[in-house]
């Protein structure tokens, strides 16, 4: 079964660093991209960025580069999202998402994890 | 960044109804298939895939939802509303990188 499993909820300090993960089983890591998409409170969803760990190949939102850092580690199946100094507008929930790859360029998101709720205050 | 812009913001519909859901994105999404997806979003929850490729439903996804449309405007139908059906629904643009979603449509019961 495919399953994509987040990190735990989260309360930060604006300033502060913060990674969350978002571990995958039940499928070849490798061969699909992962994206990361934020949901403000009572908000739409936003397209943070994407990572094919099979190259890491990454890409951003124009919105988001800069930011955020993402990145995999394929040999525990687990990509991250990772700030270097937190803002309070950061406050979301965030999502993890597989993607099927099509020639060099990610697809429709089929599965999600559960969400990490993200708390600067 | 390609515009996705969904029409209603929301609507109500009675239970066994058609609920019928707008896309217009700002530039054509077809290449070979139409780069269009729609989700469901129910309050708490991840979202869910309920369409891709513009017209082909997701795993497990009732055939009371389908969805249409090519180049720049697609539609989602829901042809008989049932209680579960009350969520938010998405669609999403995979042309281009970053990829971009509407603002959403609540659907709910009249």
């Known amino acids: 079964e495919v399953q994509l499993v987040q990190s735990g909820a989260e309360v930060k300090k604006p300033g502060e660093s913060l990674r969350i993960s978002c571990k995958s089983s039940g499928y070849r890591f490798t061969n699909y991209w992962i994206g990361w998409v934020r949901q403000m409170p009572g908000k739409g969803l936003d397209w943070l960025g994407i990572i094919y760990p099979g ?5 951003y939102s124009r919105s988001f580069r800069g930011q955020v850092t993402i990145s995999a580690d394929s040999s525990i199946t687990t990509a991250y999202l990772q700030w270097s100094s937190l803002q309070a507008s950061d406050s979301a929930m965030y999502y993890c998402a597989r993607a099927p790859s099509g020639t060099s360029v990610p697809y429709y998101f089929d599965r999600w994890g559960q969400g990490t709720l993200v708390t600067v205050s | 960044d390609i515009v996705m812009t969904q029409s209603p913001d929301s609507l109500a519909v009675s239970l066994g109804e058609r609920a019928t859901i707008n896309c217009k994105s700002s530039q054509s999404l077809l290449y070979s ?9 129910k309050p708490g929850q991840p979202p869910k895939l309920l369409i891709y490729w513009a017209s082909t439903r997701g795993s497990g996804v009732p055939d009371r939802f389908s969805g249409s449309g090519s180049g720049t405007d697609f539609t989602l139908t829901i042809s008989s509303l049932q209680a579960e059906d009350v969520a938010v629904y998405y669609c ?7 990829d971009t979603f509407g603002q959403g449509t609540k659907v709910e019961i009249k």
């Not at chain 2, 298939?33 to 979003?41: D, E, R, V």
């Not at chain 2, 999403?92 to 970053?98: A, R, S």
Request: no cysteine; charged share 15%.
């Open chain 1, 55 to 59: 190259d890491s190949d990454t890409r």
């Open chain 2, 33 to 41: 298939s139409n780069y269009l997806a729609w989700y469901q979003q």
């Open chain 2, 92 to 98: 999403q643009q995979y042309y281009n990188t970053p």
